[in-house]
């Protein structure tokens, strides 16, 4: 998310679209100057190749891995599932049922449309990989996109969670925009025990002697105390599994934690959490990937698999424990609005059939 507005005019607006990870401030919606759209199938997030700027030759491995468990396409008005991967790959909730055998679902845009056939989904958990389609998030130094990084780690986590008895929901499954109402009309709908939105951040303060990690908390709502504890459990699991990576010269804000921040009228800043009060939520700033030792450890499958199974152990950790979790920082006050994003101006639905 972006800390500091430094760049004025057209220069701010393309820091934004290419550098910030405006995980929900959406207060406006950005025009990309370059549309990429969703010509990317959802398994095949392959990137340019990374500039060699070190002896170590970057591993260029941000394909997600395949859902195992995908049910087969049937009718969905046959079945009680809240939600659907729709025959194109798009995942939608499941809004109600039509009178000539279909079901009403929500879009990607936050619209509605009818739909017959899909795969029903049905999760306790609900995954958010932030961004997604021409939003890229932050971007790294050697072109990592923070949408791409989202996606592969929360398909681990969701693999990791599943391994372990607990179905999960991407809120996106592929390389598409959807808007922060859309995300959260998902969560509204399939009503998880737990929503983790994961994210890689951009403009750190400057160097920390240990990953600098952020877990957004509710403040507001009747699942505020458990956001926070939630948040907690997963400030301490990716801040373990990560410290394993010794010689990162990794980056932080001073105030890295598990943390608030709240907007002018006291509730929830960031949309992704404030949407989606009472249901227990973290907005996960995993990382920087702005910093470049740090994009070249994320952008390895290993340290991606790390991460999502990370995710998914304080999720675990959340839903059979009553661990308090720790990390918990009082942030210093921002001013400065994160970067836009996330609203639905001029969203084009892709094909759901
Ligand atoms: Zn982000």
Not at 245 to 261: H, Q
Request: some cysteine; charged content about 20%.
């Amino acid at each position: 998310m972006t800390k500091a507005r430094r760049l004025l005019g057209v220069l701010f607006a393309a820091s934004i679209v290419l550098s910030a990870c405006s995980s929900g401030g959406e207060a406006t919606d950005v025009p990309a100057a370059a549309a990429d759209d969703t010509t990317t199938t959802a398994d095949e997030t392959t990137t340019t190749e990374a500039p060699t700027t070190t002896t170590e030759p970057p591993t260029t491995t941000t394909a997600a891995p395949t859902t195992t468990t995908a049910p087969p396409v049937v009718g969905l008005a046959a079945t009680d599932a809240k939600a659907a991967l729709s025959p194109t790959g798009i995942v939608v909730p499941i809004l109600g049922k039509t009178a000539d055998g279909g079901v009403t679902v929500g879009t990607p845009c936050g619209r509605q449309a009818t739909m017959r056939n899909g795969r029903p989904l049905n999760g306790v958990v609900v995954l958010d990989a932030g961004h997604g389609g021409r939003e890229p998030g932050a971007v790294g130094p050697g072109g990592l996109t923070e949408k791409e990084l989202n996606l592969a780690v929360s398909k681990h986590a969701q693999q990791a969670l599943e391994a372990a008895g607990f179905p999960t929901i991407q809120t996106r499954d592929g390389d598409y925009r959807i808007s922060l109402e859309a995300r959260a009309k998902i969560v509204e709908t399939v009503k998880p025990r737990a929503f983790v939105s994961i994210h890689y951040n951009a403009e750190p303060d400057g160097p920390f002697p240990k990953p600098g990690a952020e877990t957004y908390y509710q403040t507001v709502g009747a699942s505020a105390a458990e956001s926070k504890r939630l948040s907690g459990i997963i400030y301490e699991e990716i801040v373990a599994a990560m410290s394993k990576y010794e010689g990162i010269a990794w980056v932080a804000d001073t105030d890295a934690g598990a943390k608030y921040r709240k907007n002018s009228q006291g509730n929830d800043y960031y949309g992704i959490i404030r949407r989606t009060q009472g249901t227990p939520a973290s907005l996960a700033e995993l990382g920087f990937i702005s910093n470049a030792p740090e994009e070249a450890l994320y952008r390895t499958a290993e340290v991606q698999k790390v991460a999502g199974e990370a995710v998914a152990k304080g999720i675990i950790r959340f839903l059979t424990t009553k661990d308090a979790g720790s990390g918990f920082t009082e942030p210093y006050p921002r001013e400065t609005p994160a970067g836009g994003g996330g609203g639905a101006d001029n969203c084009v639905d892709p094909a759901l059939e």
